[in-house]
């Protein structure tokens, strides 16, 4: 089977010609082929990066040209006159940073195809999926029971997979909901293996929605068609009967909440083998009540349910924590070289994910990558994308570019890590001669890992064999679920185990942030790690977005409170050794400190309403000049063209690349402002920063086919948020100052800030929420290209208004 880089054929420079199929070249000496790496060169490539230095020499000549002018004309002005050309420059300057920091790392994009047939069945090392749940009102219990049935039924042999569930609410709902998938999945994981069904989450199988594979008649590879159809039927049955219970179970969980086991802050932990692993060999089935399952392995993988214990008064680190206690429970029972995380909504959508990741780990050179991202793919999005959900810019530009130099950002799920890696050591790139890391006495660094003789003895296991396994060996060490590996494990997950170790600094996950993620990858980049990027077709998986507007300036909030947590901490990309790539550090950079663009955009669409309410003469300049307008005009249509050909070689549409623009302008007048004060009152108070769960409940309604208008009734309401109060700021100074002017008639002194002011309030009406909503049924009409021409318009008179106001 073929992985490839999904979109576009011409992209590939080397075409993935037949001859070349790795299996047949094969003598037994000869390694085979498991990823091929292709750079981009096409023409539409070199024309972009082009662009992005003519761009940037603009800039240079644009800075040169406008310092000169401010210094010039504010000679012998007012000092409120030297400030605000101050002000407006400084935010210009800012403006342009961000964007070749956002461009620079993007220059060289590589596009990896994956054979996964290529991998030899019993050289697969064995695999730990971590599950994390932390709330079943957030998310439901049925979107994490079909997540695990996702993860049991992928194609991985069972024996060498385990799927780990940390459930960090301690409501005994949860481990109820996950016995009950377990069960199910002994009728679920043999019917998906004998008729081959994609996706493998019951939920999506069964479903109606519109962007499914049910299997048709004409693309099932299996031995009988009215076989499946009837298996299908009695399995679907079965599902409905699961779904009933799950929800029987939710509704009387709600009607008795002291039905817990303590409360989500204090609960003991819990580590419950709930799957003991299978056998090494296949085991058929029999041709019993249900199926026929006489031609079927119906073993099941291993599944473990923990809970970790908290106390009221203890920080708990959020996700990061419950990984890290994921990290030893899984050492001390299966120990596997390979974990997968996935938060508890994504499922595993492509049955081939978990070898298509293994492919880049075992592949030539994959020695030195330490984890292999997946793109974030959703379902349950309305179709115009209302609150750029999708991220396509980032998932389809940014992590391509970034696979180009070091390796994607880690973004939180759907990520494959190397577990040698967790444990801060060097990768073999960096190893002097002789000596490793691996080498050294880890039992000696109880101080690093904690007091725990088995789990010490599990990480040197573990970095050993990493050691050792330098080629594709296929060993993994021993793993014990016995009733002594079980206590230990739970010895593990208690709320103490960490104290004055390095967990959260130095291993596994990082604590500190609300972005565990981006903290966690960083400090395997600086260390001198690689990652990897690996967008299958099918997508690897899937997981719900945000369900609806407050929903997701929360989740942009949190990303970008977690993103400065993290400038301001040691982990700065700025103070990163020399193992980082240049390039890989700008795009850090550029990760941790967006946020503060929402100060100098407020400020700047704010600025030319100051002339108009403070009634003082300001000198309004003649109207602009020549050299003026041929920067304005320079500036946006080398920004457009470099937009055209990043959506171009990235294989992405124009609209969703709009969408993301449209977006960045609403988050960067609202949520980004706000967690810039979360960080300030950190920084300066102390002051922690929450991490709101994101709901993963469906966009209600109809579930189904309903219309669309009535499928996303939900999504599309608009509720107010505080984190709208900059936005409502910037719109009410405007209109206000514009009215003013109007009505002493002052509008012939400065017309210039009139309607610099006018389109201020116009460009934040039009990119906000609340008219996204129109937004949404015109860009099906209006060709994305209009719209951009649109926009780039205004935004050029903006720019040429506020220039010009003193
Ligand atoms: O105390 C906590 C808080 C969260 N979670 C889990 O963390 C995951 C992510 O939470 P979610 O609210 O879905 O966050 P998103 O904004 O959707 O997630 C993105 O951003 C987060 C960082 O801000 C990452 O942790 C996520 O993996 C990434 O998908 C979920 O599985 C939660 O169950 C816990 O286990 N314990
Ligand atoms: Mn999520």
Redesign the pocket.
Known sequence: MLMTYITKKHDYVATLDEKESPADEKSANVERLLVRTTKLTTVTIKLYRLMIVVRMAIFVLFFKWRIGTALAMTSNGTSTARAMWTVSIAGELWFALMWVLDQLPKMQPVRRTVFATALEESLLPTMDVF?????PD??PPLVTVNTILSILAADYPPDKLTCYV?D?GGALLTPEAVVEAARFAGLWVPFCRKHGVEPRNPEAYFSHGVKVRVVSRADYKGRSWPELARDRRRVRREYEELRLRVDALHAGDVQRPWRSRGTPEDHAGVVEVLVDPPSCTPEPGVSGNLLDLSSVDVRVPALVYMCREKRRGRA????????NALLRTSAVLSNAPFIL??????YVNNSQALRAGVCLMLDRGGSDVAFVQFP?RFDGVDPADRYANHNRVFFDCTELGLDGLQGPIY???GCMFRRAALYSVDPPLWWSHGDSDAGKDVAAEADKFGVSTPFLGSVRAALNLNRSEQRNTGTSPPCSFDAAAVGEATALVSCGYEDRTAWGREIGWIYGT?????ATGFCMHRRGWRSAYCATAPDAFR?T??INLTDRLH?VL??AA?SLEIFFSRNNALFAGPRLHPLQRLAYLNTTVYPFTSIFLLVYCLLPAIPLVTRSAFPVSMPPSSTYMAFVAALMLTLAMVAVLEVRWSGITLGEWWRNEQFWMVSATSAYAAAVVQVALKVLAGKEIA??????RRASGSGGGGVVKGRFAELYAVRWTVLMVPTAVVLAVNVASMAAAVQERRWRKGPAAVLATAFNAWVVVHLHPFALGLMGRWSKTLSPLLLLVVAFTILSLCFLLHLHMF
């Not at 599950?131 to 709330?135: E, F, G, H, I």
């Not at 708990?316 to 990984?323: E, L």
Request: include cysteine; glycine fraction near 8%; aromatic fraction near 4%.
């Open positions: 599950v994390t749940t932390a709330d957030k998310e940390s960090d708990h680190h959020r996700k990061a924590g419950a990984m995380n996935l938060d508890c909504d994504h974030q973004v939180g799920t609300v972005t565990e993620d981006v997981g977005a945000p989740q949190r990303w977690g991490f709101k769960l994101t709901s993963k």
